[in-house]
């Protein structure tokens, strides 16, 4: 079971720490991603966080604003985003898989419920 929470409003250049804990059966995630959808847009993957190896990933937009990582006491994955554009404002998704990292949110099998993240200009 994941549960995400930390969204909210903030202004552009603003910033927000997303959390996404997990629970259960921890020992059987490969990787823990974030994804976002935007209103009328698809689901898009953000930043992700391989639990084997340790290895990062983002997304050509966020990188060098959004920093992902990992409390592994608390099985707790965060997203801190700086420098918070409007058009970061989506429904923020946290994902496990067992198996693979990849960007496709088809190949998630556990999913958090959103969490809002609201940028004004």
């Known amino acids: 079971q994941l549960q995400a929470s930390g969204g909210g409003l903030v202004q552009a250049g603003g910033s927000l720490r997303l959390s996404c804990a997990a629970s259960g059966r921890t020992s059987i995630i490969y990787a823990m991603t974030w994804f976002r959808q935007a209103p009328g847009k698809e689901r898009e993957f953000v930043s992700a966080d391989n639990w084997k190896t340790s290895n990062t990933y983002y997304t050509d937009s966020v990188k060098g604003r959004f920093t992902i990582s990992r409390d592994n006491a608390k099985n707790t994955v965060y997203l801190q985003m700086n420098s918070l554009k409007p058009e970061d404002t989506a429904v923020y998704f946290c994902?496990?898989?067992?198996?693979?990292?990849?960007?496709?949110?088809?190949?998630?099998?556990?999913w958090g419920q959103g969490t809002l993240v609201t940028v004004s200009s």
């Open positions: 994902a496990a898989s067992e198996f693979v990292l990849t960007q496709h949110p088809g190949d998630y099998k556990y």
